[in-house]
């Protein structure tokens, strides 16, 4: 079966031609790694100009925040972006920067081209095309895609993967599908040759993991991250050291399974802050009806292998996994949610902010973004209240802006 995204935008948005200067004052500020109280954040044409207390006398328009506190735009470092409209999404929910781990080759360039010319949508970087073996974990949406079934074709795989300028490489094991059903999984070879080609490339190396058996592989074969953790089982402490100790980063997606259990969509639908923004699309995704979840789905074992990466000092990275072939996973509100089930697995809000701010701008080489510092690109996100005490406090966004340009965000 094909599959086939439909995504009309109900967006009515307003942009000035050019990026806006203007200070933020009286704010609590969020800078990507620490907390400030009662400063003011000058913009000029796009960058942040300066972080401090004396910009009373700059000439351009003040907004004052008493009350509110300032964040680095947020960046969602997995989804699986199908239409422009779901970058349109994203941005409405302070999501400035999103990095996509498998993108189909007929989706691609638009959003490429709408992300470089449009200010209404997020920022987007892309694996392109995923590695993963003939009949594996990726080819089974109904849409052809190149596979690599041994050391010769990974090679060309990387090759032709770099010619395209793709952002990084994201490779497939799926060590739960393949005990459970025989779905094909790479083999430890092809694993390494495609880590070791893409690296002589210059590029970073993600891997799609579910089983400890793929965590240690990928380990042992020189990943830079994994995209998910294990899922056959809770507290692994000596897997998870392993991983700190190989400077590996993780992005626990506590989301699908948050998902596929309806737990994720229940509290989103709920909250006043969220459902007014969402557009019909997500609306729709978020209230499907499904069957019964596969046995052994626990949020529960998910977060006591996340509490264990936690305890073993892994840096995490955020990532909701959004995806129309993902249940009840959306892109831009599921981040937040996100952000809520690493706190309830030990972060505290402040450290959960890491995880979509800097912890990605500093894992992924993004030098311009994730901070609010002099120089950096003015990705921003203005919320009523304080998110280091209360981290469902992202969700009440006052104001975005991209690059210095606000988005003019209203409600459906």
Do not use: C
């Not at 609590?28 to 907390?35: L, N």
């Not at 802006?401 to 606000?406: D, I």
């Amino acid at each position: 079966m094909v599959l086939v995204v439909t995504f009309f935008s109900l967006l009515v948005v307003s942009w000035d031609a050019f990026p806006q200067s203007f200070v933020v004052t009286n704010a609590r500020v969020f800078d990507g790694k620490m907390v400030y109280t009662n400063m003011d954040v000058v913009v000029r044409d796009g960058r942040i100009a300066s972080l401090g207390s004396s910009s009373i006398s700059e000439d351009i328009p003040h907004i004052n925040a008493v009350g509110e506190t300032l964040l680095p735009g947020l960046i969602d470092a997995h989804t699986h972006t199908q239409e422009i409209g779901q970058l349109e999404e994203s941005l409405r929910f302070g999501i400035t920067t999103v990095l996509d781990m498998g993108t189909f080759p007929p989706y691609e360039i638009p959003l490429r081209e709408a992300a470089a010319t449009r200010t209404d949508v997020a920022d987007f970087r892309s694996a392109g095309i995923l590695a993963t073996a003939p009949g594996g974990h990726g080819t089974e949406f109904g849409i052809e895609i190149p596979t690599v079934a041994g050391v010769e074709e990974a090679v060309d795989f990387v090759r032709k993967r770099s010619q395209e300028n793709v952002d990084y490489l994201k490779i497939v094991m799926n060590g739960v599908r393949a005990a459970r059903s025989g779905m094909p999984t790479l083999g430890e070879d092809t694993v390494r040759a495609l880590v070791n080609s893409g690296h002589e490339a210059g590029l970073m190396v993600l891997a799609h993991v579910e089983s400890q058996g793929d965590v240690r592989l990928a380990i042992s074969a020189g990943v830079d991250g994994l995209v998910h953790h294990w899922r056959d089982s809770g507290a692994q402490p000596e897997l998870a050291g392993l991983l700190a100790a190989n400077n590996v980063f993780v992005m626990p997606t506590l989301t699908a399974i948050d998902g596929l259990l309806g737990l994720g969509p229940q509290a989103l639908l709920q909250d006043e802050r969220v459902v007014p923004y969402l557009s019909d699309l997500a609306y729709r995704e978020l209230t499907k009806e499904l069957p019964t979840p596969p046995p052994g789905i626990s949020i529960t074992i998910a977060n006591q292998a996340t509490t264990s990466l936690i305890r073993a000092g892994v840096q995490l990275l955020a990532g909701s996994d959004a995806f129309t072939g993902n249940p009840r996973i959306v892109h831009g509100a599921s981040l937040h949610r996100l952000l809520e089930l690493f706190v309830d697995a030990g972060l505290s809000p402040t450290e959960a902010l890491r995880t979509a701010t800097s912890n990605v701008a500093e894992a992924f080489g993004l030098s311009d973004r994730g901070r609010i510092q002099p120089g950096f690109r003015a990705d921003l996100v203005l919320v009523r209240g304080d998110p280091t005490e209360d981290i469902t406090v992202t969700r009440d966004i006052l104001r975005v802006w991209k690059a210095g340009v606000e988005l003019q965000r209203q409600s459906f």
